[in-house]
């Protein structure tokens, strides 16, 4: 996202500070949700659901971005932040074990962010998360500090990873 910056400065200055301001938020966001998900395995409505208000101006900043209203991009923001969700929420329904209700809830805001640039973002994203996850997992096991069973917290994957894709050329 940050590649993005010059070409919004000198397109649409407005829709650069809208975007500047939400990625300010995303890093406070993302460090306050990785320390409590470590600590105590949870990520707290509070942080997370105003994190939903708080990507509001990246929709207003991706139907400015160009100088002229662009309604794809604004259904690529909401449509990122809803299929990204929906897939969450799939596989908690699946294994109710596997994933807690707050990664359903943090994906949905991880969308948003990650629809803004692209759909390609929004899979490079998930998919890291997930990899990271899935390699700390397999560390634990091979260290004997965890088995297949050990709940590991896993906002922080989907946070570093979202973070990662936000690095990514659009």
Excluded: Q
């Excluded at 590649?3 to 829709?15: G, I, K, Q, S, V």
């Excluded at 160009?66 to 794809?72: Q, T, Y």
């Excluded at 990664?103 to 640039?117: F, H, I, P, S, T």
């Amino acid at each position: 996202m940050t590649h993005r910056l010059p070409e919004l400065w000198l397109t649409a200055p407005a829709a650069f500070w809208l975007v500047a301001a939400c990625l300010a938020y995303f890093v406070w966001m993302a460090a306050r949700l990785t320390v409590i998900d470590i600590r105590s395995h949870l990520l707290p409505n509070r942080i997370v659901m105003p994190s939903y208000w708080a990507a509001v101006p990246l929709t207003v900043a991706a139907a400015i971005g160009g100088g002229a209203l662009d309604m794809g991009a604004v259904v690529r923001v909401l449509g990122g932040g809803a299929v990204l969700w929906l897939v969450y929420f799939v596989l908690r329904v699946i294994y109710p074990a596997g994933m807690g209700f707050g990664d359903v809830k943090l994906a949905g805001v991880l969308g948003l962010y990650l629809g803004y640039l692209s759909w390609e973002h929004l899979l490079w994203g998930t998919a890291a998360a997930f990899l990271l996850g899935g390699l700390f997992g397999l560390a634990l096991i091979v260290l004997r500090r965890g088995t297949g069973k050990t709940a590991i917290p896993f906002g922080p994957f989907m946070l570093v990873g979202a973070g990662l894709a936000l690095l990514l050329p659009a």
